[in-house]
């Protein structure tokens, strides 16, 4: 059990370097004890060292589970949220983004080498060679960027699960949001993530234990290192990049809320994050307009976020094929996409090989994939067999019970029509049914509302929209505010849906709660600084 710090704390910071975890941290100016890291010395010591090493008459005590609501006195206002209209999001879909999702996804099923440093890399090539994208570990706040030796990457790897690229998706959506997400930064908070992914209705994980998954996850695609060698395509010239970070973890707040004993409860946190260089390049849209870099996105599903956070333990496979395929069914949806390309994308290469010569190792792998496929099926990602290579007494059984009739009567008929014929749905696989396979192919794949394909003519309406947006925006003055300012029903809804108390929102524009509530009661006229003050702090527009 964990050990908190109570009210009686003189803040000596005695304790700090005996403690084996580094779990006495400070935020702001007073000590805590991070729940996520202290085992109560458990291996080093017989007796916490925080307590042996305290001075006062009520040391460091055995945390208790917090009991009621949790709250915190004040908050960093987050960023807008994502899937404003509950389905969709645009999100960056670069290289850089779309191979960053495939090694969280993937982790220790691709193949890592190691350099001259001893350090772990995964390296792919682009476009027949031209040009190459390597990722290597590092630890994941920016004020530490030591990088991890092989033996401590292998460790990581091994500790991360799927989860974490739908939080590298969540932040690549937050870049499409800004004009310069490389300088530009975004704040996101642990009710935001937990919101996007569906965690709000797991009822069996307490505060704290879905406070310290959120923490984990949030940082893993934040230990993530990039290379990119690029070549000139058309007026966009080529260029490199080394040892840059995929993005930038400025800094994770901690929000506390104390009980009677005046012991701190970690109740929130707030993740304030930066999209790395690749940004500049691939998510640019002056660049874009000018024809000097580029400007890739396309639709991110909420939906998409929610089964990968449900299924990826039972159908890790599954959910590796829906990250992978959110990317390249952006490209199209003619995609001829071969059964041994899928097998190494949810299982890996070693276990793909592994199976060709092992017959049981082939059974389950074959299990596992149809399986999968029906996962994906009922999502909504519905494969199309190819009727030549994939031919029906390939194919898995669900597939031929899709048209099975619901009707008992009509059921029953399908079934005396299926035994009369020479060959049954339920009969043995052929022998050759895995080599077949490795000849196979899907035509394409049915795609569910959420995974709109942004063609080049609107990605050119969206430069375009965008351009002349940015025009207005440079010619909006002091009297076009005036003529539309900030109703006070409007700054009472923004504050309630940002869950900010009028003293908080009062604290984050510098003003007193009376001051605010003479606003929102409609007996003080905002003033144009505070009218663009407000419209920054709440993320309204006056209108």
């Known amino acids: ?57 009520l040391p460091p005590m055995p945390l208790q589970a917090k009991k009621g609501r949790c709250k915190t006195t004040s908050r960093t206002i987050p960023s807008p949220n994502l899937f404003v209209n509950g389905k969709s999001n645009p999100f960056a879909s670069a290289i850089a983004v779309w191979e960053a999702c495939n090694v969280l996804a993937q982790r220790q099923s691709l193949p890592w080498n190691t350099d001259a440093d001893d350090r772990l890399y995964y390296e792919r090539q682009v476009n ?31 500790n991360w699960d799927v989860r974490s690229a ?9 870049a499409v949001t800004l004009n310069r997400p490389w300088e530009q930064e975004f704040i996101i908070s642990d009710r935001q993530i937990e919101s996007y992914l569906g965690l709000e209705k797991r009822k069996d994980l307490s505060k704290l234990a879905k406070l310290t998954l959120i923490k984990e996850l949030a940082q893993q695609p934040c230990k993530l290192e990039l290379d990119i060698r690029w070549f000139q395509q058309g007026r966009v010239k080529g260029f490199s990049l080394e040892q840059s970070r995929l993005w930038h973890l400025l800094e994770i707040q901690h929000h506390f809320q104390k009980d009677d004993l005046g012991c701190k409860h970690l109740t929130g946190l707030t993740f304030r994050i930066r999209a790395g260089a690749w940004s500049q390049y691939f998510l640019n849209q002056q660049g874009a307009r000018e024809s000097t870099a580029f400007y890739q996105y396309s639709s991110l599903p ?14 890790e496979g599954a959910c590796r094929m829906l ?12 995609q001829r996409l071969t059964i041994p390309t899928l097998m190494r994308i949810a299982y890996g290469e070693a276990k793909v090989l592994q199976a060709a010569t092992q017959r049981e190792d082939r059974k389950r792998l074959l299990r596992s994939f149809e399986s999968d496929l029906e996962v994906l099926h009922h999502y909504g990602v519905k494969p199309i067999f190819d009727p030549i290579t994939y031919a029906p007494d390939i194919q898995p059984l669900w597939a031929k019970l899709v048209d099975l009739p619901d009707d008992a009567e ?31 192919r899907f035509l394409c794949f049915e795609l569910p509302e959420g995974w709109e394909v942004q063609s080049t003519q609107s ?66 006229q905002v003033g144009f600084k505070d009218q663009q003050l407000l419209s920054k702090v709440l993320g309204v527009t006056p209108g």
Request: aromatic fraction near 6%; charged fraction near 25%.
């Open 166 to 174: 739908c939080l590298h998706l969540i932040y690549a959506a937050h």
């Open 459 to 524: 990605a050119k309406k969206k430069l375009r929209k965008a351009q002349r947006k940015d025009t207005a925006h440079s010619r909006t003055d002091k009297s076009a505010l005036t003529r539309s300012p900030l109703s006070s029903q409007q700054i009472i809804a923004a504050r309630k849906s940002l869950q900010l108390s009028q003293r908080d929102l009062a604290n984050h524009v510098g003003k007193s709660q009376s001051w605010v509530r003479d606003i929102e009661n409609g007996r003080l």
């Open 410 to 440: 009509a059921a029953l008929d399908f079934w005396i029509a299926d035994g009369s014929n020479d060959t049954r749905l339920t009969d043995a696989a052929p022998r050759n049914k895995w080599n077949r396979l490795m000849q196979a």
């Open 302 to 315: 909420k939906s998409l976020l929610w089964t990968v956070t449900s299924l990826w333990q039972q159908h």
């Open 1 to 57: 059990m964990a050990h908190t710090i109570t009210n009686r704390c003189t803040q000596c910071g005695d304790c700090v370097p005996q403690c084996p975890q580094g779990a006495i941290k400070s935020e702001g100016d007073e000590l805590w004890i991070d729940p996520m890291l202290c085992n109560d010395c458990e291996g080093y010591t017989a007796e916490p060292q925080c307590i042996t090493h305290c001075s006062i008459d």
């Open 128 to 158: 027949g060679g031209r040009g190459t994208i390597a990722f290597r570990l590092i630890n994941a706040l920016d004020s530490d960027p030591t990088s991890l030796d092989r033996t401590a990457a292998q460790t990581e790897i091994a």
């Open 323 to 334: 990250l992978w395929l959110l990317f390249k069914t952006k490209m199209g949806n003619e």
